[in-house]
Antibody, heavy 126, light 110 residues
Framework: QEQLVESGGGVVQPGRSLRLSCATS????????MHWVRQAPGKGLEWVAI????????YYADSVKGRFTISRDNSKSTLYVQMNSLRAEDTAVYFC???????????????????WGHGTLVTVSS | QSVLTQPPSVSAAPGQRVTISCSGS????????VSWYQQLPGTAPQLLIY???KRPSGIPDRFSGSKSGTSATLAISGLQTGDEADYYC???????????FGGGTKLTVL
């Protein structure tokens, strides 16, 4: 069945780096946009980043722009996020999510998240 | 401060109907599809409504969505204790080139 499995979370000191992975199976990974969404303890959902199906477009939340890099390997059906210069406020459960597009007025736009992973916890603390 | 505004909490008795509002602007809700997500305690979010008012397979018709202008509404009828969860609206914001979520609404079934 269709599945997303995140890994790579853990405890990291402020200012250090961490790379999360999202292994996918059961669907044609290369046909979908993919997102990272995070949730700080006791807080709501916060979108982090999106990467287009072919990796040509990437967009980021202002809170992570310049520090996080989303990428994908379609040959391995895997999504990544490289997180640098980590801060305490980056502490959260990180979910990967599949995101179809819709077409409107000559452009494609993210549509919704129809498949989510279980999440991986990142704790930034000294 | 979320771009989309939801009430922090709503409550109702089993069997009753409740609505959750989601308010935005012309750059997000006003010109894009709205989706809704249910997050049961300790679990990942799940798609509940997409394209403003469509339900994925497996979602009961007790859940419905609507959109008017720059606001959207999730309605849940025939409330059950198992519906106790956090509910989030979301959409793409064309001005920000970013996905935006509401702050979430905690549903309590009394």
């Amino acid at each position: 069945q269709e599945q997303l499995v995140e890994s790579g979370g853990g405890v990291v000191q402020p200012g250090r780096s961490l790379r999360l992975s999202c292994a996918t199976s059961g669907f044609t990974f290369s046909s979908y946009g993919m997102h990272w969404v995070r949730q700080a303890p006791g807080k709501g959902l916060e979108w982090v980043a999106i990467i287009w199906y072919d990796g040509t477009k990437k967009y980021y939340a202002d809170s992570v722009k310049g520090r996080f890099t989303i990428s994908r390997d379609n040959s391995k059906s895997t999504l990544y996020v490289q997180m640098n210069s980590l801060r305490a406020e980056d502490t959260a459960v990180y979910f990967c999510a599949r995101g179809p597009y819709y077409y409107d007025g000559g452009a494609y736009f993210p549509h919704y998240f129809d498949l989510w992973g279980h999440g991986t916890l990142v704790t930034v603390s000294s | 401060q979320s771009v989309l505004t939801q009430p922090p909490s709503v409550s109702a008795a089993p069997g009753q109907r409740v609505t959750i509002s989601c308010s935005g602007s012309s750059s997000n809700i006003g010109n894009n599809y709205v989706s809704w997500y249910q997050q049961l305690p300790g679990t990942a979010p799940q798609l509940l409504i997409y394209d403003n008012n469509k339900r994925p397979s497996g979602i009961p018709d007790r859940f419905s969505g609507s959109k008017s202008g720059t606001s959207a509404t999730l309605a849940i009828s025939g409330l059950q204790t198992g519906d106790e969860a956090d509910y989030y609206c979301g959409t793409w914001d064309r001005s920000l080139s970013a996905w935006v979520f509401g702050g979430g609404t905690k549903l309590t079934v009394l």
